[in-house]
């Protein structure tokens, strides 16, 4: 589908790269900052938009290497799009869309597993975990097939000495330099020994909420006192600080148990959280559906040996913040949808995150919605171009398809 005519204007004040960190000593900066209007938390358009400019392009924190043990091992999922991550031969990642070359089923179908060949079960292709393709039953008397053009479409990975495994669907052959995107963040981790945990579980809830207003409520925790009582015993929130990053962004507070140790939270943009405890860590993945529905994905991890009464613990403490966040969400989305609210104003200390982060949005939004207008024609950076369609000319039905594309919207 062609953009539609999207107006992005620039929010007063807006400079959406260089928001300082505001500690709670400093003094407060002019009031001067509004949400993004509400219609980016509905609108479809904008959220095809979002998709093309944000998801298509950035570096998205998908998993983590405790999920592998050996070659063969996989997990697919959903973040946008359809991807599955294999270990190979060689110990290295890959990572493809999940989607067979020859008739588009899903290569792989359970949501982990190990094989060193993955076969469809539509009409039986299978992939090596390169993504080459080594069998398509009865192809081999098919003259002028070529097995080495139908391999899996490829998505970039990048995996940082912690662990982390982040995908880039940029179907470009250089995508935006992760050290250039994430320059201060793999700092973050580097005091955890992330060996010392293990998968402990999983958990997803589909929620009735644009993705922004879940990452909205995460940057920041001015809603802690009110909306998280339990929380707000546990950590001395006066001293709650967001200071952003290069595409992330450091939360800390004082334990009130041990005010000299710091719980800290971080923020990977665009919609993913980490915690790390000393007894459990996890990835919060808030994976956008539709402009109106996101799955919330909690991938959790333990540390070895912690006694099972102590997990217990954690993970109800925990979930109980997930599920008040969640609540808010969803009541917070019937405003944001309701056709009366338009913008609020954020408060520049205890909200700069929010701030911080729906800049990152416009920022991209901006840049490919230009990029867009000079070329009149959609841009879709995921979209791998090693296709047929790419390279023959055009046939009949990509015609009409362009057509109404260029009538309807530009
Ligand atoms: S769709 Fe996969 S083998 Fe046909
Ligand atoms: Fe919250």
């Not at 950590?235 to 148990?257: G, W």
């Not at 459990?280 to 808030?286: L, S, V």
Request: proline share 7%.
């Amino acid at each position: 589908m062609a953009p539609v005519a999207i107006d992005i204007a620039s929010r007063p004040g807006e400079n959406p790269t260089s928001s300082a960190p505001l500690k709670a000593n400093l003094p407060l900066p002019v009031m001067s900052h509004s949400t993004l209007p509400a219609q980016w938390m509905f609108d479809e358009p904008i959220f095809e938009l979002e998709k093309r400019a944000i998801f298509s392009k950035v570096w998205l924190l998908t998993s983590h290497t405790s999920h592998f043990s050996k070659p063969g091992d996989y997990v697919s999922g959903n973040y946008v799009f359809d991807y599955f991550i294999i270990r190979d031969r060689d110990n290295n990642y890959q990572a493809f869309h999940n989607v067979c070359r020859h008739r588009a089923h899903p290569v792989v179908t359970k949501s982990e597993g190990s094989s060193l060949v993955v076969g469809c079960k539509y009409h039986g292709w299978s992939y090596n975990p390169k993504g080459e393709l080594v069998k398509a039953p009865k192809f081999d008397t098919v003259e002028g097939f070529d097995k080495s053009a139908n391999g899996l479409f490829k998505v970039h990975t990048h995996v940082t000495e912690q662990g982390f495994i982040f995908l880039n669907y940029d179907s470009s052959a250089t995508p935006v330099p992760f050290e250039d995107h994430f320059s201060q963040l793999p700092a973050e981790w580097k005091d955890t020994d992330f060996s010392e945990y293990e998968p402990f579980y999983q958990r997803q809830a589909i929620g009735n909420f644009n993705w922004k207003t879940m990452t909205d409520g995460y940057q920041e925790c001015y809603h802690c006192t009110i909306a998280h009582p339990g929380f707000a015993q546990s950590l001395d929130l006066k001293q709650y600080t967001v200071e952003p990053l290069s595409n992330s962004a450091r939360h800390y507070a004082p334990k009130k148990s041990n005010p000299e140790e710091m719980q800290r939270f971080t923020f990977v943009f665009p919609t993913n959280g980490v915690t790390v405890t000393p007894e459990m860590w996890y990835i919060m993945r808030t994976c956008p559906l539709s402009a109106t529905k996101t799955r919330m994905e909690f991938d959790v991890f333990r540390r070895k040996g912690v006694p099972q009464e102590v997990l217990d613990e954690n993970r109800k403490f925990f979930t109980q913040v997930q599920q008040e966040d969640f609540d808010l969400c969803e009541k917070t989305q019937r405003g944001l949808s309701s056709g009366i609210y338009n913008t609020g104003i954020l408060h520049p200390r205890e909200e700069n995150g929010v701030l911080y982060y729906q800049g990152r949005v416009l920022d991209y939004c901006k840049t490919h919605l230009e990029k867009e207008r000079h070329l009149g024609e959609a841009i879709y950076p995921a979209r791998p171009l090693s296709q047929p369609d790419g390279e023959a000319p055009r046939c009949e039905a990509d015609k009409i398809c362009t057509e109404l594309e260029s009538s309807l919207s530009w």
